[in-house]
């Protein structure tokens, strides 16, 4: 049996995006066990009885993307995203309470039918109108160079931005649009996005990230 830490991911979900980021970026390889959310596998359901992902399985397992992020980071960290101010993490908080909140009520609005989506999207803005003066003065959130901050933060804003990149587009939010469209024609991103099947039992191992990522 390998001794190889097995990530659970989907490939779309922001959260397992940003957990494939870090890992990609720390070297660090895992063993890829793409699923869908449909019809999810009892293997990765008795790893993990939450039936979200991403799921780290190694020493321990890990069910929160942004631990996963810091245990890959914390084995090897080439590009110093780690190398944060405390207010970097704050806007991660920022980011996945209030601010997913909003995307959620505005991008699956039909469930929420009590609220108003003019209101739920005006809250998610003014998170965005937050980094954007941020972006207006640096390259990134935090400075010259991406960070833990930037990665953990840009799925989500691009998620958003899908809801309805017209709208989105309209909002003269251009620092905070730069930011997104570089980071979406990355080989970063694309080396994340890459299609794999779903996971069978009995399957040859899928390593990531490629060796020459």
């Not at 699956?108 to 809250?123: C, Q, S, W």
Request: glycine share 4%.
């Amino acid at each position: 049996m390998s001794d190889t830490p097995i990530l659970w991911s989907f490939r779309r979900c922001p959260y397992a995006m940003r957990a494939r980021l870090a890992i990609a970026a720390s070297s660090v390889q895992v063993e890829l066990r793409e699923i869908l959310l449909r019809d999810k596998p009892q293997a990765f359901l008795d790893a993990s009885p939450k039936g979200t992902v991403p799921v780290l399985v190694a020493d321990e397992v890990i069910e929160e993307s942004r631990d996963v992020m810091l245990w890959a980071l914390s084995k090897n960290d080439p590009l110093g995203w780690l190398d944060m101010a405390q207010e970097g993490h704050e806007l991660i908080d920022t980011c996945d309470g209030p601010f997913k909140r909003a995307l959620d009520h505005t991008k699956y609005a039909v469930r929420f039918p009590h609220l108003d989506i003019v209101e739920e999207r005006a809250k998610a803005l003014a998170f965005l109108s937050i980094l954007n003066l941020r972006l207006a003065k640096t390259r990134y959130l935090m400075g010259p160079a991406p960070r833990l901050a930037d990665m953990a933060i840009l799925p989500f804003v691009r998620q958003f931005a899908n809801t309805d990149r017209t709208w989105f587009d309209q909002q003269g939010l251009e620092p905070l649009t730069k930011w997104l469209d570089t980071f979406l024609a990355s080989d970063q991103f694309a080396a994340i996005m890459q299609k794999y099947p779903a996971w069978q039992i009995g399957q040859d191992q899928v390593f990531f990230p490629d060796p020459l990522w």
